[in-house]
């Protein structure tokens, strides 16, 4: 019962933090547009412990401007509860993160936070956390391959998919389109990262009848995961990739592009910058999809450059996790009734049955993501307290 009031005392006061968007409690550099104050191998420590429990955090890197977020939020809450944290940042580097676990089983954390880099390269430092009998929280992206994992805390994966594809045959009415045809091509995200393959079938589950029907061609003819993965999810990547495809297939000054689907924010930048550069006709018709809401792909958003975002608000993954977390902590085995008994302020699903890391289906929690464009960036993200505006008028993390 005390902890449930708590769990809720916390969740208001977090939204409610957001919500006069005082973000106070926000201390971590917010990602691109700062310079990095700290080395990504730095390990940040405190020392507020409270019955001496400590929770180690390993994020996979500072250079992809979300992580930014969640390393701060997840500190800030456990730190607001009394556990001492240690977190950690591995520079996209899988041997450094496989380090940097290390490093933490070391100091006896008590709980295990892990957003991984390689969701298949694990299953050896865990199984060290797990001869340790240390909990591990499966952070956004699934570890796979391992039994050491308790529990997965992520967005619906699929949806965030599903929302770009439905928004793409919205804006273009494909259900209604006739004989008009319009071109596409797809940009995912990192193959080591499970999420990845759960954003692009997403998208593809929706606008595939349309693609066998030929309302929406693929010039490229790049349909598969495999052909459209961006490793590391890197910007500059995903721009060297869609410059090729400029070249080869649109690059008559006459052949249009009517979409780009981007999986998310990182990788949209970089196939923005490629339409903008290399390409004949205007960025701005072109639909371009992305998620996350970082901060300079909502400045495009402003200027009509990317078309919308998918954004998930890691404050409240950040939340979810506290008390999945804190309930680990105490040696309880949580299920569906924590979301009812911690009172939040938004919509989670309990689900045992989409995320099987190869081991065992791996029972998650999955909070759900909403669409973010130009007409409703006010209201979804600066009233709601995650951005202000600036001077000009371009949203800004508050955290
Ligand atoms: C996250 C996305 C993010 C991507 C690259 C994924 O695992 O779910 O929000 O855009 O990694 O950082």
Same mark, same amino acid.
């Given at each position: ?135 591990v929280?499966s952070?956004?992206?699934?570890i796979?391959?391992t039994?050491a994992v308790s ?88 721009? $060297? ?42 960025? $701005? ?72 890391n190869?081991?065992?289906?791996i ?10 464009? $130009? ?25």
């Amino acid at each position: 019962m005390k902890k449930k009031l708590l769990s809720f005392l916390l969740a208001t006061t977090m939204v409610a933090t957001l919500a006069t968007g005082c973000g106070e409690a926000a201390t971590a550099d917010t990602g691109a547009d700062e310079p990095a104050a700290t080395t990504e191998e730095t390990t940040e420590e405190t020392t507020t412990a409270s019955g001496d429990q400590t929770v180690g955090i390993a994020m996979p890197t500072q250079s992809l401007e979300r992580w930014n977020r969640d390393g701060s939020y997840l500190k800030e809450q456990f730190e607001s509860k009394g556990y001492a944290v240690e977190l950690t940042y591995s520079d996209n580097k899988i041997d450094q993160q496989v380090k940097d676990i290390e490093g933490l089983i070391a100091d006896d954390v008590d709980l295990l936070v892990i957003a991984a880099i390689d969701g298949e390269s694990l299953s050896q430092v865990l199984a060290d956390a797990k001869d340790a009998n240390i909990p591990v929280i499966s952070y956004d992206r699934l570890i796979m391959n391992t039994d050491a994992v308790s529990y997965y805390v992520s967005f619906d994966n699929y949806t965030v998919g599903k929302l770009q594809g439905e928004f793409v045959e919205k804006q273009l009415d494909l259900a209604n389109a006739g004989d008009k045809t319009y071109n596409i091509e797809f940009t995912a995200g990192d193959p080591a990262d499970n999420n990845a393959g759960f954003f692009f079938n997403g998208a593809y589950d929706v606008l595939k009848k349309y693609i066998d029907a030929g309302t929406l061609v693929v010039k490229s003819g790049q349909t598969d995961f495999d052909k459209v993965a961006t490793k590391n999810w890197a910007t500059d990547e995903a721009l $060297k990739i869609m410059q090729n495809i400029l070249a080869s297939y649109y690059g008559d000054g006459k052949t249009k592009l009517d979409v780009a689907l981007c999986s998310n924010d990182s990788t949209a930048l970089g196939v923005t910058q490629a339409i903008e550069s290399d390409y004949w006709g205007d960025v $701005k018709d072109v639909i371009i999809t992305g998620q996350d809401g970082d901060v300079a792909n909502l400045a495009n958003l402003v200027d009509g450059k990317q078309t919308m975002t998918v954004y998930k608000a890691v404050a409240n993954e950040a939340v979810a996790t506290l008390d999945l977390g804190i309930a680990l902590l105490n040696g309880e085995t949580p299920d569906e009734g924590l979301i009812s008994a911690a009172g939040w302020n938004f919509d989670c699903a309990y689900d045992t049955e989409s995320y099987d890391n190869n081991v065992a289906k791996i029972p998650s929690y999955l909070l759900v993501p909403t669409v973010v464009t $130009k007409d409703n960036l006010e209201k979804e993200l600066v009233d709601t307290g995650y951005y202000t505006l600036d001077a000009n008028g371009y949203p800004q993390a508050t955290n």
